[in-house]
Structures are given as structure tokens and as C-alpha cells.
């Protein structure tokens, strides 16, 4: 009766054999390909982590900079009871943070492309 028990649980008797197999062959090259990733980027230090911030920084102050220059320059010629320099300050502080929101997932997207081409692959092969 034990025996019937094991056989019941051994994936090796089951009619999902090969599902179960396919699975695990996925599973083990998800990890190799992220192994392989760790390699590449391992060359990485600290320096490039900080180089990262510097570069959304500037993708934010940039444009904030520039929409206060403007915003200044129309202050200075046209008298107005709105503050042009507050309005394009706000204006360029949301378009670099749109800038550096599309610079951070355009990063994203290249480092977890082989994820996403493993997953196109396993929802062509189920029915």
C-alpha cells in the first residue's frame, strides 16, 4: 500500500511527465541566464551606481533650470500678476522627472530582456 502512495507522488509515473520536466528545464535556464547576467555586470562598482543618480539628477535639474531661465526672461519683459518663473519651474521639474522616469524603465527593459524572451517563449508553447 506504501507503494501505491510513492508512485502516486513519483513525477517520473505521472502523465504530466514531460510538463513537469519542460518546467523544470525553464526553471534551470532562468537561473543560468541570470547567473551569466550577474557575470556581466559584475565588472560594476559603486562608482557606477553613483553615476546612475548623477545622471537622473541632471535629467531632472536640466530642464528646471531651463524652464527658471525662460520663466525669467518673460518675467523680466511682460508684467504679468502670475509668475512665469514658477509655472515653467514646475513645468521643467515634471519633464525631467518624465525624462528620468522613461531613463530609468528604458534601463530596466535591458537588463530583464532575457527574462521577457523566456517568457514570450513559454506562452507560445502552452496551448
Do not use: Y
Amino acid at each position: 500500500m506504501s507503494d501505491d502512495l510513492n508512485s502516486e507522488f513519483d513525477p517520473s509515473t505521472s502523465p504530466d511527465r514531460h510538463e513537469t520536466r519542460s518546467d523544470l528545464e525553464q526553471i534551470v535556464r532562468s537561473k543560468e541566464q541570470r547567473r551569466l547576467r550577474a557575470r556581466r555586470t559584475e565588472n560594476q562598482s559603486v562608482w557606477f551606481g553613483l553615476g546612475m543618480f548623477g545622471v537622473i539628477g541632471w535629467s531632472v535639474a536640466v530642464p528646471m533650470v531651463l524652464g527658471i531661465a525662460v520663466g525669467l526672461w518673460i518675467d523680466s519683459r511682460v508684467d504679468t500678476e502670475r509668475s512665469w518663473t514658477l509655472m515653467l519651474m514646475v513645468a521643467g521639474l515634471g519633464v525631467g522627472c518624465l525624462n528620468a522616469w522613461t531613463w530609468i524603465r528604458r534601463e530596466s527593459v535591458e537588463q530583464n530582456e532575457p527574462d521577457k524572451e523566456q517568457t514570450i517563449e513559454k506562452r507560445k508553447r502552452t496551448p
